[in-house]
């Protein structure tokens, strides 16, 4: 059976696949597309591989901070790995489909991922707060048994609150045509495909969204007010400069996370278009985490006389 494949249940028919229809009207462009995309792919997984290996190999690197970074890069290789390699085979092929089964697992993946970035993003926020408003405690409040109780704590929480939501989600029954108006198995277009009331449903995922993507940013806003009040007091302009540039590159990370987040989950379900959520969805899982190895390289100047170093050396090894 081709395309959504269906099972009788009582009077209705059940999808045991889905049709992702997301660019088909755009069959012209889906070969350049295909290419955008795995460019992009491709370089996000380059860049932040670079940027875990370089901090890898430099001792001076070995902070809290970076420490948290390489958590974000790698978390960020199996964020956009979880969405873009099944979109760019269903570029190549006319029959876009995808099993129920299949849909769950890239949902799993793909929402504890989500809501482990929000919670690493809080946590990197209160390093920043740490480090520029208490530091002379900066070694003995952000050790490693602390940092790794963070890290521990934002992977442990994605699981635990996405799995149970996920699991709750893929017990409704889904019929009908099993077109999917989107490119992956995201949260609101799959509930969509339900044929039973999903109100409460949506009301909890509401719920859930606010709770826990809005918690992180409530930590996040609150420590970087005590930030700018820190630095505000720093009596020299350099002094100020060297405060704000330690924080400049999470804020941009955070701003473009958490921009698409929230209009995506938060809005209204009136306000909810296939092509918005498209247009959102391409943000958050394809420019986003390029986005963030080209923000923590070009504006870190720890990471990028690293990088120098580390060319340097190669290329001296090299000569001799």
């Not at 793909?110 to 809080?122: K, N, P, W, Y």
């Not at 521990?152 to 635990?160: E, Q």
């Not at 909890?204 to 993507?213: K, R």
Request: proline content about 4%; hydrophobic content about 50%.
């Amino acid at each position: 059976m081709s395309g959504s494949e269906s099972v009788m249940s009582g009077n209705q028919s059940l999808c045991t696949r889905f049709t992702f229809v997301a660019f088909s009207s755009l069959a012209e462009l889906q070969p350049v597309l295909f290419v955008v995309f795995l460019i992009i792919y491709l370089f996000t997984l380059g860049g932040n591989l670079i940027i875990i290996c370089l901090i890898w190999v430099t001792p001076s690197l070995h902070t809290p901070m970076y420490f948290f970074l390489v958590n974000l890069s790698f978390l960020e290789m199996c964020y956009i790995t979880s969405v873009v390699p099944q979109m760019l085979v269903h570029l190549l092929v006319d029959t876009k489909t995808i099993s129920v089964g299949g849909c769950a697992a890239q949902m799993y993946i793909f929402t504890i991922l989500g809501l482990t970035e929000c919670c690493l993003l809080a946590a990197m926020a209160y390093d920043r707060f740490v480090a520029i408003c208490y530091p002379l405690h900066y070694t003995l409040l952000m050790g490693p048994h602390v940092c790794l109780k963070l890290a521990a704590a934002s992977w442990t929480t994605g699981v635990v609150v996405e799995s149970v939501q996920t699991t709750w989600i893929f017990t409704l029954p889904f019929c009908g045509t099993g077109k999917i108006q989107h490119f992956f198995c995201d949260i609101m277009p799959v509930v969509k495909m339900a044929c039973v009331d999903t109100s409460r449903n949506e009301i909890v995922i509401f719920a859930v969204s606010v709770l826990f993507i809005m918690s992180p940013c409530f930590l996040i806003l609150c420590s970087y007010v005590q930030i700018f009040i820190t630095i505000l007091t720093i009596p020299s302009a350099a002094g100020r400069r060297k405060a704000f540039s330690t924080c400049s590159s999470h804020i941009l990370v955070v701003s473009l996370f958490y921009g698409t987040a929230l209009f995506t989950y938060l809005q209204p379900k009136t306000a909810h278009t296939p092509e918005t959520d498209k247009a959102t969805a391409l943000m958050y899982t394809v420019v986003t985490p390029a986005l963030n190895p080209v923000i923590y390289t070009l504006r870190n100047k720890e990471v990028k006389e690293a990088f120098q170093r580390v060319t340097q050396r190669n290329s001296l090894r090299q000569i001799a």
